[in-house]
Each structure stands twice: as structure tokens, then as C-alpha cells.
């Protein structure tokens, strides 16, 4: 079974440039996630996804981040106008979840590391 | 909301030696789940082992155990015979007891080192 798969796997920017990330989960998950990862912290979800549709997107910074998950299967992240504290790996993950109770397991790519100069 | 907390930055151990690492939590929910992630040099997160708060008994996965005291709201995870493999970033995690997906919380990670 493939895994997630994002690219690029590391991308440099100056800043007020935009910059996009893309992310393609384990086929059949109907569950996506985008985290953001700056240095020396864990993980913090940006958005999720069920299907193609927004579950929760509370610490998005939706002045310069937006995210779609068109037809339900790949998913995009942008962020536009970009700033040097959005230097971090960006993570995507997947899981089946079908609105089921009991353990639902993230599987997570290899993510992107983003440089903001 | 909850919060996840592990207080040591960096843990070193001797190859085929034993080493916990500790993880506190703050929920007042009475049911959630809880996890320990691998992240290697290469960055994929790697689930480790993962634990049910209902459940008493404490999860194992071969090498990897864990240590679930649900009224301290403390989860320690303890790896024997420690392998230059296991060297690597771990994160504990939390995720509340929700129908359907739920995000994880994670905390600030602890960097294992494995000496030969």
C-alpha cells in the first residue's frame, strides 16, 4: 500500500513571495490533515478535511493560508503572502475514518521543509 | 483544551539498555486516546504504540511499552533493549474520543540518542 506522498520535500522562498504544497493521501482515506511543525516544537494541526469538506480550521492564519481538497482526494495548502515565521515542515496525513468510533490511526508523509528568507 | 507536555528535550541511552520517556496531559475528558510518535531524521511520523484511556491494562508492542496513569494523567513510554534505530525524535500525543476523525495534539517532542 502506498503512503502519503507530498511534494516538494523542501522548498526556499523570500518573503511576500506564495508558495503551494501538495499532498496526495493513502487512497480510500477519507480523513486529511495538514500540520505545520516549526523547529524544535510538535506538530500543530493548520486544517482538516473530511471528504472534500473543511471539519475544522481554527488555527489556519486565513489572511495568508488557504487549503483545498478538490474531488475529495488530493489536497493543496498555499500560502500567500508568505512570512518568515511560516518557516517550518509542513505535514500532511491521512486516515479511513468513516464517522466510526475507536482508534483511527494518522499515517503522515514525509512533509515539506519550507525556508522563508 | 488539551494540552500535552514532555519535559525532557534530550534523552541518551546505551544501545541494549532500557530508557523511559516521560508525558504528562491536561483534559477533562474522560475518554480519549493516546499515542507516541517516531519521527526519524527523515521526518515521517511513525506510530509507535497507542492506548486507549478506557482500557487499564497497558499497551505493548514488542520492545515498546507503556506506562498509563490515568489519574496522575501521566503516559511514559519504555523502550528495552534500546537499538541504534530507536534514535530519533518522539512525540506523545493526544486525541479526544470523538465519533469520526479527530486531530491530534502534540507535545514539544524529546530527542533520543543511542550510544554505541
Known amino acids: 500500500e502506498a503512503g502519503v506522498a507530498q511534494s516538494p520535500r523542501y522548498k526556499i522562498i523570500e518573503k511576500r513571495q506564495s508558495v503551494a504544497f501538495w499532498c496526495n493521501p493513502i487512497s480510500g482515506h477519507a480523513t486529511l490533515y495538514w500540520y505545520q511543525q516549526i523547529l524544535g516544537q510538535g506538530p500543530k494541526l493548520l486544517i482538516q478535511f473530511q471528504n472534500n469538506g473543511v471539519v475544522d480550521d481554527s488555527q489556519l492564519p486565513k489572511d495568508r493560508f488557504s487549503a483545498e481538497r478538490l474531488k475529495g482526494v488530493d489536497s493543496t495548502l498555499k500560502i500567500q503572502p508568505a512570512k518568515l515565521e511560516d518557516s517550518a515542515v509542513y505535514l500532511c496525513?491521512?486516515?479511513?475514518?468513516?464517522?466510526?468510533?475507536?482508534?483511527?490511526?494518522?499515517?503522515f508523509g514525509p512533509g515539506t521543509r519550507l525556508t522563508v528568507l | 483544551a488539551q494540552t500535552v507536555t514532555q519535559s525532557q528535550p534530550e534523552m541518551s541511552v546505551q544501545e541494549a539498555e532500557t530508557v523511559t520517556l516521560s508525558c504528562t496531559y491536561d483534559t477533562s475528558e474522560s475518554d480519549y486516546y493516546l499515542f507516541w510518535y517516531k519521527q526519524p531524521p527523515s521526518r515521517q511520523m511513525i506510530l509507535v504504540i497507542r492506548q486507549e484511556a478506557y482500557k487499564q491494562q497497558n499497551a505493548t508492542e514488542n520492545r515498546f511499552s507503556v506506562n498509563f496513569q490515568k489519574a496522575a494523567k501521566s503516559f511514559s513510554l519504555k523502550i528495552s533493549d534500546s537499538q541504534l534505530g530507536d534514535a530519533a525524535m518522539y512525540f506523545c500525543a493526544y486525541r479526544s474520543y470523538g465519533q469520526g476523525a479527530q486531530k491530534l495534539v502534540f507535545g514539544q517532542g524529546t530527542r533520543l540518542t543511542i550510544n554505541p
Open positions: 496525513a491521512s486516515s479511513f475514518s468513516l464517522a466510526a468510533l475507536g482508534t483511527d490511526t494518522q499515517y
